[in-house]
């Protein structure tokens, strides 16, 4: 099982950046996915859910209406679209499988806010 996040980087305030989570090794299209983040010296926190077929989709009151959860069965990707990035959005961003109790994890990428 392999979940792959694309490069975050440094983006600066008012900026948007969309990463991407490659997946493989299992059947994409039956997990639910959710993408989370951790801040320095914070506990991780679920940012956005959709499930396995898109109709259902949550996102952390923090980042309504400024980010996107997608996902594209056919690719095995899901994605986070991030519009209007504050500093407080500097994080390392994970994406993350879940079915049954199963969860599966990338390894994550950082995304810095800074001007």
């Known amino acids: 099982v392999q979940l792959v996040e694309s490069r975050g980087g440094l983006v600066q305030p008012g900026g948007s950046l969309r990463l991407s989570c490659a997946t493989s090794?299992?059947?994409?299209?039956?997990?639910?996915m959710r993408w989370h983040r951790q801040a320095p010296g914070k506990e991780r926190e679920l940012v956005a859910f959709?499930?396995?077929?898109?109709?259902?989709?949550l996102y952390a009151d923090s980042v309504k209406g400024r980010f996107t959860i997608s996902r594209d069965n056919d690719k095995n990707t899901v994605y986070l679209q991030m519009h209007n990035l504050q500093p407080e959005d500097t994080a390392v961003y994970y994406c993350?499988?879940?079915?049954?109790?199963?969860?599966?994890w990338g390894i994550g990428t950082l995304v810095t806010v800074n001007s």
């Open positions: 090794g299992f059947t994409f299209s039956t997990y639910d």
């Open positions: 959709i499930s396995s077929l898109g109709g259902r989709i």
């Open positions: 993350a499988a879940g079915r049954y109790g199963v969860d599966y």
